[in-house]
């Protein structure tokens, strides 16, 4: 076998051996309003995949734990419902959206105020149970008003 046919044959067997297609996710618009150590808070972002998948979780270490909350309702009348994933249709963005389905931050660990990006990663699972992991930055959005001091002991 020449160097060139040798060369070809090795081109072609690492390329069947790399996956048929790796899935494509984007966080687009993350953000949240600021909230007080210890509170909890509400977390937005639109998810783009280019496969079908589920989002079966979302950690960071600005909180205790991140909850999955589905909204059917957006009059403003539904608190939600926490759930264990969501479905992410493939090419429709996916919109976890103020007064809509959100993440809900539990117990912050410190203030979240502008300025100060909130780290977070989001978990997918594809068909065959394969897991994936994206990464963003949650923008901080809006005024964060200070609590009143305690009353003055007499």
């Known amino acids: 076998m020449t160097a060139r046919a040798f060369a070809l044959v090795a081109a072609l067997a690492w390329a069947l051996a790399l996956p048929a297609h790796a899935v494509d ?6 953000w949240m309003r600021p909230a007080a150590k210890g509170d909890d808070a509400r977390a937005y972002v639109d998810i783009v995949s280019d496969a079908p998948l589920r989002l079966v979780g979302a950690t960071t270490s600005a909180a205790r734990r991140v909850q999955l909350v589905r909204v059917e309702n957006t009059d403003g009348t539904d608190p939600g419902r926490v759930v264990k994933s969501f479905p992410i249709t493939p090419g429709t963005p996916t919109r976890l959206a103020y007064k809509g389905s959100h993440l809900r931050l539990v117990e912050l660990r410190e203030d979240a105020v502008p300025g100060r990006p909130v780290p977070m990663t989001l978990q997918f699972t594809d068909a065959k149970g394969k897991r994936y992991s994206t990464k ?5 959005r809006g005024l964060f008003v200070e609590p009143p001091p305690p009353p003055a002991q007499k």
């Open 25 to 30: 996710i984007e966080l687009k618009s993350a």
């Open 136 to 140: 963003t930055d949650l923008t901080v």
